[in-house]
């Protein structure tokens, strides 16, 4: 059985150092424009300093109309380049591989941020969204290509294209809504087919050393575990993945209708041929790490854990011991594990299980 120590190798670039990723987690600590902060840089280059073999950003908006938060960080234009170099450069000297998540809202874009009305695969009156035309799915698909390239040109080790959580390309996996009679929904083929022309218009226009990664949600958001079989199926099996990184939400937990077997358990044993596959959630422990690696996955992401250490993963790595402090955590703490006040205050405003709100000014 893999070790979380151990070396991680892929079907496309370089070799990650251990099995232990940063998850990606949206921060709000970008400027205006969607360049990166100081702060942005200074709280990822904490992570790769702290061991983590990948470090992966917050979701990046790929095109202005799929922003959905203030501070959300851009890979939308050229001018988010020069953030982005910087950013890539300081995570190589430290010696991590590096992604970036690229994100489209959909009907989750905000209009008091884009301007514009929100697009969706379906007429969406109560989140004020458009129904896409052809030509609007076609330029979201050039939208994140786009977005790929201009990562690999800031020094990027590859790019994870977010396809969980209900965001656009989750809008078109959603069963019970995405019922597109042009190709696009209608049969889990069709519904899948947009992530597909992502990630070959991806891999297309990027050199053969650029890691490319997906993100699913194994359930809900309109799709049964079922579902979410299938897409991961077509996933592993198109040839174009360095892996699937599965948002669990709890590594541990059973799907929601219930069954012997636990989430996990009806995804590893899907065929992978060359790609990967990382599980997330609910990961606090080097137990934890090495239950995940025994239970068939080949790395983990770490979201809450690597929020209160910048060196959760060196910690994971030297001691088998390794238990992750309780949460919540004061402001203190965090702050002193280089998170800058936009993403305390984020936390604070929306996660009391991570930062405790009274008495920490
Ligand atoms: C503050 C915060 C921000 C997050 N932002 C993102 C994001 O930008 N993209 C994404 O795919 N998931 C995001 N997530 C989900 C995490 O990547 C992860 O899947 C989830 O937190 C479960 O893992 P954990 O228990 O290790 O934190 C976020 C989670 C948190 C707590």
Same mark, same amino acid.
């Given at each position: 059985?893999?070790?979380?120590?151990?070396?991680?190798?892929?079907?496309?670039?370089?070799?990650?150092?251990?099995?232990?990723?940063?998850?990606?987690?949206?921060?709000?600590?970008?400027?205006?424009?969607? /360049?990166?902060?100081?702060?942005?840089?200074?709280?990822?280059?904490?992570?790769?300093?702290?061991?983590?073999?990948?470090?992966?950003?917050?979701?990046?908006?790929?095109?202005?109309?799929?922003?959905?938060?203030?501070?959300?960080?851009?890979?939308?234009?050229?001018?988010?380049?020069?953030?982005?170099?910087?950013?890539?450069?300081?995570?190589?000297?430290?010696?991590?591989?590096?992604?970036?998540?690229?994100?489209?809202?959909?009907?989750?874009?905000?209009?008091?941020?884009?301007?514009?009305?929100?697009?969706?695969?379906?007429?969406?009156?109560?989140?004020?969204?458009?129904?896409?035309?052809?030509?609007?799915?076609?330029?979201?698909?050039? /939208?994140?290509?786009?977005?790929?390239?201009?990562?690999?040109?800031?020094?990027?080790?590859?790019?994870?294209?977010?396809?969980?959580?209900?965001?656009?390309?989750?809008?078109?996996?959603?069963?019970?809504?995405?019922?597109?009679?042009?190709?696009?929904?209608?049969?889990?083929?069709?519904?899948?087919?947009?992530?597909?022309?992502?990630?070959?218009?991806?891999?297309?226009?990027?050199?053969?050393?650029?890691?490319?990664?997906?993100?699913?949600?194994?359930?809900?958001?309109?799709?049964?575990?079922?579902?979410?079989?299938?897409?991961?199926?077509?996933?592993?099996? /198109?040839?174009?993945?360095?892996?699937?990184?599965? /948002?669990?939400?709890?590594?541990?937990?059973?799907?929601?209708?219930?069954?012997?077997?636990?989430?996990?358990?009806?995804?590893?044993?899907?065929?992978?041929?060359?790609?990967?596959?990382?599980?997330?959630?609910?990961?606090?422990?080097?137990?934890?790490?090495?239950?995940?690696?025994?239970?068939?996955?080949?790395?983990?992401?770490?979201?809450?854990?690597?929020?209160?250490?910048?060196?959760?993963?060196?910690?994971?790595?030297?001691?088998?011991?390794?238990?992750?402090?309780?949460?919540?955590?004061?402001?203190?703490?965090?702050?002193?594990?280089?998170?800058?006040?936009?993403?305390?205050?984020?936390?604070?405003?929306?996660?009391?299980?991570?930062?405790?709100?009274?008495?920490?000014?």
């Amino acid at each position: 059985m893999p070790q979380p120590t151990d070396e991680l190798d892929l079907a496309h670039g370089p070799t990650w150092k251990n099995r232990i990723a940063l998850a990606p987690l949206t921060n709000r600590q970008s400027n205006d424009d969607g /360049s990166l902060s100081q702060d942005e840089v200074a709280w990822l280059t904490a992570r790769a300093d702290g061991g983590f073999g990948l470090v992966m950003t917050a979701a990046a908006f790929v095109a202005p109309a799929g922003q959905v938060w203030r501070g959300q960080l851009g890979v939308a234009s050229p001018e988010h380049l020069p953030g982005l170099r910087r950013l890539a450069d300081s995570l190589r000297a430290a010696g991590a591989r590096s992604s970036v998540q690229l994100h489209h809202g959909g009907r989750r874009a905000e209009r008091s941020i884009t301007g514009v009305a929100a697009q969706c695969p379906w007429d969406d009156p109560a989140h004020d969204a458009v129904a896409m035309t052809l030509d609007d799915v076609a330029a979201a698909v050039e /939208s994140f290509v786009a977005a790929a390239v201009r990562a690999e040109q800031a020094g990027f080790d590859g790019v994870e294209v977010h396809g969980a959580h209900g965001y656009l390309l989750g809008q078109f996996l959603d069963t019970s809504r995405n019922d597109r009679a042009d190709g696009y929904g209608g049969s889990p083929d069709g519904r899948f087919r947009i992530v597909c022309e992502v990630l070959a218009g991806i891999r297309a226009a990027t050199r053969s050393g650029f890691q490319l990664g997906l993100r699913l949600s194994p359930e809900g958001f309109g799709t049964t575990v079922q579902d979410g079989r299938e897409y991961a199926r077509q996933a592993l099996e /198109s040839d174009l993945l360095d892996y699937l990184d599965l /948002s669990l939400w709890d590594v541990f937990m059973r799907p929601r209708k219930g069954g012997d077997a636990l989430l996990i358990d009806h995804f590893v044993d899907l065929p992978r041929g060359e790609a990967r596959l990382g599980v997330t959630g609910n990961v606090r422990s080097t137990a934890d790490l090495q239950w995940c690696l025994d239970k068939g996955a080949d790395f983990v992401s770490v979201g809450h854990g690597a929020i209160v250490h910048h060196d959760f993963a060196a910690r994971a790595l030297a001691d088998p011991q390794f238990v992750a402090r309780p949460m919540p955590v004061s402001v203190d703490v965090l702050r002193e594990e280089k998170l800058g006040p936009a993403f305390v205050e984020y936390l604070a405003e929306t996660f009391p299980d991570v930062v405790e709100v009274s008495g920490n000014g």
